[in-house]
C-alpha cells in the first residue's frame, strides 16, 4: 500500500458562496412503509397523541433537516390532494398508481404538514401536474396559505387549521421528462403547463418560491435540451430548476462507484450552463438557482421492488425501496454532499431522498420495531451540523487515477466550511482510494489562533458492511490523525475513509 501526499490550501478569503441551510433537506413520499410504519405508527409505545412516532422524530432532529419534500416523488403525479383532507374516516381508499399500492390517506397534508413543523422542518410541497393541472395547483395552494373567507381557505378552517400553513416553496410537478412518470409530458407540453401553473400559483401567493421541474438523471436522452426548453417557457415565473440523481453499484465496482461524483459535478455544471444560456436568450436578469431535491444511492432493494410491484400489487404500506446501505455508499453520500458544497453558489435547495425506511437514513423494523441508523446517516448528520457557514474553495493538488469508466478521478475529494459566527471552519474530505492511504497537508495560516478540535472519521475494513436494528458495524469515531503546526494541518486519511476536521479557537 502507498501513501498518497495531498496538499491544500484554504483560506477564509477564498469563497465559493454563502451555503443555504436547505441543501440539508430531505424527501418523505407516500411511497412503501415512509409514512405508514415509518414516521406514523400508533400503536408504536413512543407515539404521539397523532400517532406519529416520537423516537423517529428525534433521530430526525438530529440530522437537523430544514426542509422536506412531499407528498412525492412518482406518488404526486396521480394524487388527489382532497382524498388527503377533512375528517380521516371519511377520506377514500385509493388505488395507488405510480408504486401500484393502496393509499388509505391516514396521514394528509395537513398532519404531515404538522409533523413537519413539529420536527423542525419546512415543507416542500409537490403538485400533481401529472393526471391534474393549474386549477387543482391554484386550490390546494389556496387552501395551504390563503388566510380566510373562501371556499379552499374556509375548507381548511373547518378541517381545524385556522392558522395558514404559510408553504414557501413549492415544486410543479415530478420527474414530467420521465415515461414512466403518470402523465409523462414533452418538453414543450410541461414547459407551457408549467409557465401558465406558475404564473396562476404566483397570483394567489406571490411570495412563494417554485421549482421547475429538469431532468430525472444526467442519462436521460432528453437531458439537456428539456432545461433548455422548459425554461424557456417558465423562466420568468420560477426560482429553481430541480436535478434527480441517484447511483448504484450493480457491478461490484467499488473504485468506478466512488467515482460517480465527478458525474454529479459535471451534470450540475451543465445545467448551470444551460440555466445561463435561457438567461441570456431571456436577456434576464435573475440566475436559475438548483434545487437537486432527490439524490441518493438507490439500487440494493431494485430486485424486491419489481416482485412486489409486478407480483404482489395493491397492498398498504409494502417494504418498498428498503435499500440497505453498506459502508462504501456512505462514502458517495459523503461525496456526493462534498460536490453540493463545491456548487453553494447556484444550489441552493437538496433534498437526500429520501428519509425514514425508503432509500433512508433511518430505518424501522416492520410492524413497528426498533429504529437504527444506516451507514449513510453519519456524513449526511456531519455535514448538516458543521456544514453551514461559507463554503470555501478547496485549492488542492492530489493524485489521480483512472477506473473503468472515470479518467483522472482524484484520490482526495474536500472541501472546507468556514462558519464566521462560532469561528469554526470544518474540512469535509473523503480519501476514495480503496487501496492506499493518503497524508493530507492543509494550509490555515489565514485561521490564526486556530487549533485542532477534532478529526471525526468514518471507516471500515469491509466496504460491504451494514448497521442494522442491535447491530452498528459502521459508526463515526474520534482519531487524533491530525495534528497541527505552524498554520499547517497533518491529517492522515485512510483508504475508502469520510473525514470531519474541525478546527476553531
Ligand atoms: O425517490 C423515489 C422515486 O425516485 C421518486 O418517487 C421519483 O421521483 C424518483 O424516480
Given at each position: 500500500?502507498?501513501?498518497?501526499?495531498?496538499?491544500?490550501?484554504?483560506?477564509?478569503?477564498?469563497?465559493?458562496?454563502?451555503?443555504?441551510?436547505?441543501?440539508?433537506?430531505?424527501?418523505?413520499?407516500?411511497?412503501?412503509?415512509?409514512?405508514?410504519?415509518?414516521?406514523?405508527?400508533?400503536?408504536?409505545?413512543?407515539?404521539?397523541?397523532?400517532?406519529?412516532?416520537?423516537?423517529?422524530?428525534?433521530?430526525?432532529?438530529?440530522?437537523?433537516?430544514?426542509?422536506?419534500?412531499?407528498?412525492?416523488?412518482?406518488?404526486?403525479?396521480?394524487?388527489?390532494?382532497?382524498?388527503?383532507?377533512?375528517?380521516?374516516?371519511?377520506?377514500?381508499?385509493?388505488?395507488?398508481?405510480?408504486?401500484?399500492?393502496?393509499?388509505?390517506?391516514?396521514?394528509?397534508?395537513?398532519?404531515?404538514?404538522?409533523?413537519?413543523?413539529?420536527?423542525?422542518?419546512?415543507?416542500?410541497?409537490?403538485?400533481?401536474?401529472?393526471?391534474?393541472?393549474?386549477?387543482?395547483?391554484?386550490?390546494?395552494?389556496?387552501?395551504?396559505?390563503?388566510?380566510?373567507?373562501?371556499?379552499?381557505?374556509?375548507?381548511?378552517?373547518?378541517?381545524?387549521?385556522?392558522?395558514?400553513?404559510?408553504?414557501?416553496?413549492?415544486?410543479?410537478?415530478?420527474?414530467?421528462?420521465?415515461?414512466?412518470?403518470?402523465?409523462?409530458?414533452?418538453?414543450?407540453?410541461?414547459?407551457?403547463?408549467?409557465?401558465?401553473?406558475?404564473?396562476?400559483?404566483?397570483?394567489?401567493?406571490?411570495?412563494?418560491?417554485?421549482?421547475?421541474?429538469?431532468?430525472?438523471?444526467?442519462?436521460?436522452?432528453?437531458?439537456?435540451?428539456?432545461?433548455?426548453?422548459?425554461?424557456?417557457?417558465?423562466?420568468?415565473?420560477?426560482?429553481?430548476?430541480?436535478?434527480?440523481?441517484?447511483?448504484?453499484?450493480?457491478?461490484?465496482?467499488?473504485?468506478?462507484?466512488?467515482?460517480?461524483?465527478?458525474?454529479?459535478?459535471?451534470?450540475?455544471?451543465?445545467?448551470?450552463?444551460?440555466?445561463?444560456?435561457?438567461?441570456?436568450?431571456?436577456?434576464?436578469?435573475?440566475?436559475?438557482?438548483?434545487?437537486?431535491?432527490?439524490?441518493?444511492?438507490?439500487?440494493?432493494?431494485?430486485?424486491?421492488?419489481?416482485?412486489?410491484?409486478?407480483?404482489?400489487?395493491?397492498?398498504?404500506?409494502?417494504?418498498?425501496?428498503?435499500?440497505?446501505?453498506?459502508?462504501?455508499?456512505?462514502?458517495?453520500?459523503?461525496?456526493?454532499?462534498?460536490?453540493?458544497?463545491?456548487?453553494?453558489?447556484?444550489?441552493?435547495?437538496?433534498?437526500?431522498?429520501?428519509?425514514?425506511?425508503?432509500?433512508?437514513?433511518?430505518?424501522?423494523?416492520?410492524?413497528?420495531?426498533?429504529?437504527?441508523?444506516?451507514?449513510?446517516?453519519?456524513?449526511?448528520?456531519?455535514?448538516?451540523?458543521?456544514?453551514?457557514?461559507?463554503?470555501?474553495?478547496?485549492?488542492?493538488?492530489?493524485?489521480?487515477?483512472?477506473?473503468?469508466?472515470?479518467?483522472?478521478?482524484?484520490?482526495?475529494?474536500?472541501?472546507?466550511?468556514?462558519?464566521?459566527?462560532?469561528?469554526?471552519?470544518?474540512?469535509?474530505?473523503?480519501?476514495?482510494?480503496?487501496?492506499?492511504?493518503?497524508?493530507?497537508?492543509?494550509?490555515?495560516?489565514?485561521?490564526?489562533g486556530y487549533r485542532i478540535l477534532e478529526h471525526i472519521v468514518l471507516e471500515s475494513d469491509d466496504l460491504l458492511a451494514v448497521n442494522g436494528p442491535f447491530n452498528e458495524k459502521v459508526a463515526p469515531k474520534q482519531t487524533s490523525q491530525s495534528s497541527l503546526d505552524g498554520g499547517m494541518v497533518t491529517s492522515m486519511l485512510h483508504k475508502a475513509s469520510w473525514n470531519v476536521i474541525r478546527l476553531g479557537k
Open positions: 500500500m502507498a501513501c498518497n501526499k495531498v496538499k491544500m490550501v484554504i483560506d477564509k478569503e477564498f469563497r465559493i458562496s454563502e451555503i443555504d441551510e436547505r441543501i440539508y433537506g430531505s424527501f418523505i413520499e407516500h411511497l412503501g412503509r415512509a409514512v405508514y410504519d415509518g414516521i406514523y405508527c400508533p400503536e408504536h409505545p413512543t407515539a404521539d397523541e397523532y400517532g406519529f412516532r416520537s423516537d423517529v422524530k428525534e433521530m430526525i432532529r438530529d440530522l437537523n433537516v430544514p426542509i422536506i419534500r412531499y407528498p412525492g416523488g412518482n406518488f404526486v403525479s396521480s394524487f388527489n390532494w382532497e382524498d388527503s383532507v377533512g375528517p380521516v374516516s371519511e377520506r377514500p381508499r385509493r388505488l395507488e398508481l405510480a408504486w401500484k399500492s393502496i393509499e388509505e390517506n391516514k396521514v394528509g397534508l395537513n398532519e404531515f404538514t404538522k409533523w413537519a413543523r413539529s420536527a423542525g422542518s419546512d415543507v416542500m410541497m409537490a403538485v400533481n401536474l401529472g393526471t391534474r393541472g393549474i386549477a387543482d395547483a391554484c386550490n390546494i395552494l389556496e387552501y395551504c396559505n390563503h388566510p380566510g373567507n373562501t371556499k379552499y381557505s374556509d375548507l381548511r378552517i373547518s378541517h381545524g387549521y385556522k392558522e395558514p400553513h404559510n408553504i414557501k416553496t413549492w415544486c410543479l410537478g415530478n420527474e414530467m421528462d420521465g415515461p414512466w412518470q403518470l402523465g409523462h409530458k414533452t418538453m414543450e407540453e410541461y414547459g407551457r403547463l408549467a409557465e401558465e401553473t406558475a404564473r396562476a400559483m404566483k397570483i394567489i401567493d406571490p411570495s412563494i418560491e417554485l421549482v421547475s421541474c429538469g431532468s430525472s438523471s444526467l442519462t436521460m436522452p432528453t437531458f439537456p435540451d428539456w432545461e433548455a426548453v422548459t425554461l424557456q417557457h417558465t423562466y420568468d415565473h420560477v426560482d429553481y430548476v430541480s436535478m434527480h440523481q441517484y447511483y448504484g453499484n450493480e457491478k461490484g465496482d467499488s473504485e468506478d462507484f466512488l467515482a460517480c461524483s465527478d458525474d454529479m459535478d459535471q451534470f450540475i455544471r451543465t445545467v448551470i450552463a444551460t440555466c445561463d444560456y435561457v438567461k441570456a436568450k431571456k436577456r434576464g436578469k435573475k440566475d436559475i438557482k438548483i434545487s437537486f431535491d432527490e439524490w441518493n444511492v438507490w439500487y440494493h432493494s431494485n430486485a424486491a421492488d419489481n416482485d412486489i410491484t409486478e407480483n404482489h400489487p395493491w397492498q398498504v404500506a409494502p417494504p418498498m425501496l428498503e435499500d440497505i446501505y453498506n459502508f462504501e455508499d456512505a462514502l458517495l453520500v459523503g461525496l456526493m454532499l462534498i460536490t453540493l458544497l463545491k456548487h453553494a453558489d447556484r444550489v441552493k435547495m437538496a433534498c437526500l431522498a429520501q428519509l425514514v425506511n425508503v432509500i433512508a437514513p433511518i430505518m424501522t423494523e416492520a410492524g413497528g420495531g426498533a429504529v437504527w441508523k444506516q451507514t449513510i446517516f453519519y456524513p449526511f448528520m456531519h455535514a448538516s451540523a458543521f456544514g453551514r457557514g461559507t463554503a470555501l474553495l478547496p485549492v488542492i493538488s492530489t493524485p489521480k487515477f483512472d477506473t473503468s469508466r472515470h479518467e483522472d478521478v482524484t484520490a482526495v475529494e474536500a472541501v472546507p466550511v468556514y462558519n464566521g459566527e462560532k469561528d469554526e471552519v470544518t474540512i469535509f474530505a473523503v480519501n476514495r482510494s480503496i487501496k492506499d492511504d493518503a497524508e493530507m497537508t492543509i494550509d490555515v495560516r489565514s485561521f490564526e
